[in-house]
Nanobody, 120 residues
Framework: QVQLVESGGGLVQPGGSLRLSCAASGSIFSISRMGWYRQAPGKQRELVATEGRSRSTDYSDSVKGRFTISRDNARNTVYLQMNMLKPEDTAVYYC??????????????WGQGTQVTVSS
């Protein structure tokens, strides 16, 4: 069974920084793409950033230049460094792993979410 375990959320003042981590556990052969989505109250879940195994990245326009995604393929872990945080970044952040290959097949997975609150 594959699990995504997130950590690093919390409360931070505007202009501050946080680093999120997400580790995929289980008997994993490979993961095609890992990334982060977020959902603010009353809004739909939206893409924040993703990274493929070949290091190709995709960012939401709203976080470009402020957030950086990175990935450790050997540890099946993805990170999100968030700088210059704004109140509008407040949301639950979800880790996503796409096309996770195990001995039972290929499937996508989501983490349980971690709260990020940007407020003075």
């Amino acid at each position: 069974q594959v699990q995504l375990v997130e950590s690093g959320g919390g409360l931070v003042q505007p202009g501050g920084s946080l680093r999120l981590s997400c580790a995929a556990s289980g008997s994993i052969f490979s993961i095609s793409r890992m990334g982060w989505y977020r959902q603010a109250p009353g809004k739909q879940r939206e893409l924040v950033a993703t990274e493929g195994r070949s290091r190709s990245t995709d960012y939401s326009d709203s976080v470009k230049g402020r957030f950086t995604i990175s990935r450790d393929n050997a540890r099946n872990t993805v990170y999100l460094q968030m700088n210059m945080l704004k109140p509008e970044d407040t949301a639950v952040y979800y880790c996503n792993a796409v096309r996770v290959a195990t001995e039972t097949g290929v499937k996508d997975y989501w983490g349980q979410g971690t709260q990020v609150t940007v407020s003075s």
